[in-house]
């Protein structure tokens, strides 16, 4: 091997999308952190999609239900999360089924030679979806950014109906309209978009305890 040659991590999702049949909301990520694909889980990290234990979006999720959820690598830990979704009919499809990465990290801008999973063929083998949950805006290499150049594989566009946060979109598919919602990501960058909300700084102003994972649980509780 040359001096000068870069050493490629082969990142693959190690989780299968999990959807129902009587599936309604779809959530879209991109990939899990490499751990997850190499099985080098941290001790509070859950076997399953978002299980990273500095992934909020369950945290977020345990707050809006109370759910007492556990954080570890306990197959009950898995379970508490899957009857959270088959009860509240959500579904989990993230869009990247794999990529390369010269770094070990979780970044989705780090990611290079991106395969996507073909979400729209989901969609249509589950009719009951009316809704994807992107986990993310449209930056680059995040799930909405993906999205919108999967779809361009089949002639669909986005339809923007509300642009405020979390910012609303839909789409028509076999006669069937289905709803997308960009929730804020969990990443700090978006820490720094949150603190320049006006709606956030008002919020912070009455309550100085206020913070931002406050802010996304008050934003996710209507769609979770």
């Given amino acids: 091997m040359r001096a000068n040659s870069k050493i490629v991590f082969h990142h693959k999702h190690p989780?299968?999308?999990?959807?129902?049949?009587?599936?309604?909301k779809l959530i879209v990520g991109t990939l899990p952190p490499p751990r997850f694909s190499t099985g080098e889980l941290l001790e509070n990290d859950v076997d399953f999609c978002y299980g990273s234990y500095y992934n909020s979006?369950?945290?977020?999720?345990?707050?809006?239900?109370?759910?007492?959820?556990r954080y570890d690598n306990s197959q009950e830990a898995v379970e508490e999360r899957k009857r959270y979704l088959i009860k509240h009919k959500i579904g989990v499809c993230d869009?990247?089924?794999?990529?390369?990465?010269?770094?070990?990290?979780?970044?989705?801008?780090g990611m290079q030679n991106i395969k996507l999973r073909d979400v729209i063929c989901y969609l249509k083998k589950y009719p009951k979806i009316h809704?994807?949950?992107?986990?993310?805006?449209?930056?680059?290499n995040g799930p909405e950014y993906f999205f919108r150049k999967h779809i361009k594989d089949y002639n669909i566009k986005?339809?923007?109906?509300?642009k405020d946060v979390p910012r609303i979109h839909q789409f028509t598919l076999d006669d069937r309209v289905i709803k997308t919602v960009s929730l804020t990501?969990?990443?700090g960058a978006a820490n720094i978009s949150i603190g320049s909300m006006p709606l956030y700084k008002q919020l912070k102003a009455k309550n100085p305890?206020?913070?931002?994972?406050?802010?996304?649980?008050?934003?996710?509780?209507e769609f979770f």
């Fill in 185 to 187: 990501s969990g990443s």
């Fill in 57 to 69: 979006l369950w945290k977020k999720i345990d707050v809006i239900h109370n759910l007492n959820l």
């Fill in 209 to 221: 305890n206020f913070n931002t994972f406050d802010f996304r649980v008050m934003q996710y509780r």
């Fill in 158 to 162: 986005l339809e923007l109906v509300s």
């Fill in 131 to 140: 809704t994807l949950l992107f986990t993310g805006g449209n930056s680059k």
């Fill in 95 to 109: 869009i990247v089924e794999s990529a390369e990465r010269e770094k070990m990290d979780a970044s989705d801008l």
């Fill in 15 to 24: 989780y299968p999308p999990f959807i129902k049949d009587n599936t309604a």
